[in-house]
């Protein structure tokens, strides 16, 4: 039975954050008529901010905030490096555009990090 308990609980986990993600891509999507292929990368590279931050002893909720600023001024950026200029782009230099971002973000952090499984504490 803890079996059982312990997959159920992992599921309704793992729904809950296909769930953020869909929503996020739903929000990116109605913000800016476009569909960002990349939203799953920025949402890893800032995992691994926080990842990095702890594992030089930054305590957690301090290691949140931080990322969570780096997250929102990283945000800013691309929206106005990549998202602005492309705005009125046909629709395949949107496309190429977000597909480029998703290959810079994970090259990156594979750069970074390895392309290695993580415990995240």
Same mark, same amino acid.
Request: charged residues 5%; neutral net charge.
């Given at each position: 039975?803890?079996?059982? @308990?312990?997959?159920?609980?992992? /599921? ?14 739903? $929000? ?8 960002? !292929?990349?939203?799953?990368? $920025?949402?890893? !590279?800032?995992? !691994? ?17 931080? @990322? ?6 990283? /945000? ?8 602005? %200029?492309?705005?009125?782009? %046909? ?18 952090? /594979?750069?970074?990090?390895? !392309?290695?499984?993580?415990?995240? %504490?």
């Amino acid at each position: 039975m803890e079996l059982f @308990t312990n997959q159920v609980l992992a /599921g309704i986990a793992t729904g809950a954050i296909y769930a953020c993600m869909a929503l996020a891509v739903v $929000m990116i999507y109605q913000a800016i008529d476009h569909l960002n !292929f990349a939203q799953g990368e $920025m949402a890893m !590279f800032s995992t !691994f901010i926080s990842w990095q931050l702890m594992q030089w002893g930054v305590p957690y909720w301090a290691a949140f905030l931080i @990322t969570l600023a780096f997250s929102f001024v990283a /945000g800013i950026a691309i929206e106005r490096i990549l998202f602005k %200029p492309l705005a009125k782009a %046909p629709v395949l230099t949107n496309v190429a555009g977000f597909i480029a971002l998703y290959a810079i973000i994970n090259s990156s952090a /594979g750069l970074l990090w390895d !392309f290695t499984i993580k415990q995240y %504490p």
